[in-house]
Structures are given as C-alpha cells and as structure tokens.
C-alpha cells in the first residue's frame, strides 16, 4: 500500500527524521494561509502516488502567498501524467506546502526487500535527486548497498561506511548514521515494503533534511496497523483495480490488451501474459485469484474482467492444486446465470478435480472453447479476440 508525501514526512518525523516545515492544503485558500505563516519562498507539491512529478509539472515554487494560492488554484482539480502513471494521470486533490530549501548536496537513502537475499537492504547513493532506477543503470558504481540481518538490525559502523560512500563530510557522518537508524526502525516498525529519501539534503546551515519522502507497506502486514490502513487514498488507484480489491480480488492489475485473463497463481498468470504476447496478442489485464475454493470470488473476477470495455475474449486457466477446479467450474457457471457475458470464452482446466469441473462447464449450457494446453489456450484466446 502507498500513501502520500506528506502522510509519509508526518510518519518520519515520529521517527526523528528531520522534515521541511509545511501543511497540505486541499484549496487555494489554505494553500495561502500556509505559505503565509512559513514565510520567505514554498515548494507547491501535488500529492499523487507517482514520482517524476518534477519533470511533470507537478513541483513547483512561489516566491510568496499571493504566488501560491495562484499556482495551487491551477493544480487543484487537475491529472498529473508522469512517466509512472497511465496516459490519464492521476488525480492532484491535494499539495504540499513547505519550505523551500537550497542545498548544499543531495543524496539517495532508501531501504528496500531484496527478495533474491530475503533481507532487507538499505541503499545510499550521491546521486540524490535522481530515480534511482536511472543511477543504477547508468552509474551503478554510484549505488552502495548494505544488507540488514533482523536478528540484529541496523549497525553504527553500517551507517559510517554508507556515510563515506556518499562522500559526506565526516562532521555529517555521526547524525546521517543517527538518520539511517530512525529510517530503518520506521522500516521494521511499521512492516514498509519502501523506505525512501530523495533527496536527502545538506542545508545551508550543515543539517541532514528528507525533502522528499515515500513510503509503502505490506498489504498483508497491515492488520496490524489500522492507523496506517486509513491513509489510503483510493482515487488515487485505478478505479477497476479499486473495485476489485473491494470484492476481494486484490491481485489484479489493469492493462491495455484485449483478452482477459482469469488464472490462479502468480506465476501461471505471468506465463499467461507471455504466451499471449508469443501468439501474437495482449492481455487485458494480471489477474490471479489465488487458492479459491468459493465460487464467490471467481463470479467478482468475471464482474471486473466483463466491465473492462477493452475485453474482446476472456481466457480462463486452472491448474488446481489446493484449488479445486470442480468449484472453479461452479464459480464460472455462477457467472454466466448472473451475467450477459458475450465475449468468447476460451478454458484450460487441470489439476484436482478436473472431471468433475469440464462435466460442469459441459452440462452448463455455455458456449465455450476448450483448451488441451497452454500453447493452444494461448492461440485460441488470441484468435477468439481477433474475430469478437
């Protein structure tokens, strides 16, 4: 789960993590009120989940109040389009307003899961200021990495050999190392997939300050944390993915094909988007419903595939393990009796309960096309799109 820039600096302040001074501001109005009692120039921030908005428009400065309620008033309302959002954008419902800080040097701090290493790595860089994306494909030497081991967590010497890296001054080296520590007892604390500072910045008067802040959670961890689950802001998801999540079919992702695609598993589902691109098609979207054994969740995946316009086939693969394909022959029947469906259907079913599940779909009365394997479910589907 994400959550916005100034949710996240409210969080990293608790944690002793120097912040800019500032308020968010949902109208002109109050966007004036803050600059107001800063004083002196403001950074205007949209707060949306996506980064690149410098280049996007999205940051901006105002040298006073009258300035910032006029900047604020052009952004509010508006979609921002960076290069990490659809062609649509996304919503800008609230911006940022805080100190404009000049600094002396910027720098990358973020802590991540590497999931090849299964720790958690905390990364420092120079390059602040830039994805760190673009620093690791261009200056990977510029990228320092520390793997932190839980039974022990952060180390002193940790921080002063990711400090040295960066090239800070070694007056800097005791509270970046300070910095690092509250970062990564945030990390930890409140279960963070994300951890990031870009950038992390030297002032004028020789202080660490986060000027920007991101951080994201573990979904499944977030029981334990209502207070955080709260600071999700659903407009700024996709409205199909959003509805999909209401109905319990959260491993859904939109895309931009025309076949979608009900499969169980996350990586059956990946060789799904493969193979269709292999025959010559598209997907329409990720779509994994887990171990399901109620029909319930498999009618609400053919709710949100069917309610996608672009979708001109749907193609569903079971390979049953825990699940049992019987059910999901249920659920795929259910479907049919609550909903108009009249794009073609192409199903590949094996695994547990297989027999059970194709006499299902046979004595169903639907029109479907049935698939022996992969590769022709693949081809099927993409041939049933062309001709819908």
């Known amino acids: 789960m994400k959550i916005h820039e100034y949710q996240a600096k409210a969080i990293m302040s608790q944690y002793g993590i120097p912040v800019p001074q500032g308020g968010v501001a949902g109208t002109a109005a109050e966007a004036k009120e803050i600059a107001a009692q800063l004083g002196g120039e ?61 600094a002396e040097g910027e720098f990358y701090l973020g802590i991540a899961i590497d999931g090849s290493a299964q720790l958690p790595v905390m990364m420092a860089s120079s390059a602040g200021g830039m994805d760190i994306e673009e620093v690791a494909q261009k200056s990977p030497e510029k990228i320092t990495k520390i793997y932190l ?25 005791r509270p970046a190392t300070e910095l690092m520590a509250n970062l990564y007892r945030l990390f930890w604390g409140k279960d963070c997939s994300l951890a990031e500072i870009n950038p992390l910045v030297i002032t004028k008067q020789t202080e660490l300050v986060a000027i920007d802040a991101k951080l994201n959670f573990d ?27 209401s109905w319990g079919v959260k491993n859904y992702v939109k895309l931009n094909g025309n076949i979608g695609c009900l ?82 259907l192409v199903v590949r079913l094996a695994g547990t309960n297989v027999e059970q599940g194709r006499r299902i779909l046979a004595e169903s009365g639907i029109k479907f096309i049935a698939a022996q394997d992969l590769a022709e479910a693949g081809r099927l589907a993409v041939e049933a799109a062309k001709i819908s």
């Open 149 to 173: 081991e839980p039974a022990i967590g952060f180390q002193p010497f940790q921080g002063r050999k990711l400090a040295e890296a960066m090239g800070m001054d070694p007056s800097l080296v």
């Open 42 to 102: 403001v950074a205007i921030k949209a707060q949306v989940y996506a980064g690149g908005r410098g280049k996007a428009g999205g940051i901006k400065l105002a040298p006073s109040a009258q300035e910032a309620a006029k900047l604020v008033a052009e952004m509010l309302g508006k979609n921002l389009v960076t290069h990490q959002t659809s062609p649509q954008g996304v919503p800008i419902d609230r911006v940022l307003v805080e100190q404009a800080i000049e």
């Open 219 to 245: 979904d499944n961890a977030l029981f334990r944390h209502p207070d955080i689950a709260q600071l999700h802001d659903p407009r700024q998801e996709d409205a199909m993915e959003a509805q999909a999540a």
């Open 263 to 344: 499969v169980n598993g996350a990586g059956l589902a990946m060789s799904i988007l493969d193979l269709l691109t292999l025959s010559g098609g598209s997907s329409a979207n990720f779509l994994d419903i887990g171990t399901v054994n109620t029909t319930e969740r498999v009618v609400n995946a053919f709710k949100i595939l069917t309610a996608d316009p672009k979708v001109k086939a749907v193609l569903v693969n079971i390979f049953g393990g825990m699940a049992r394909v019987d059910v999901i022959a249920q659920g795929i029947e259910e479907a049919y009796r609550q909903m108009d469906i009249r794009v073609p």
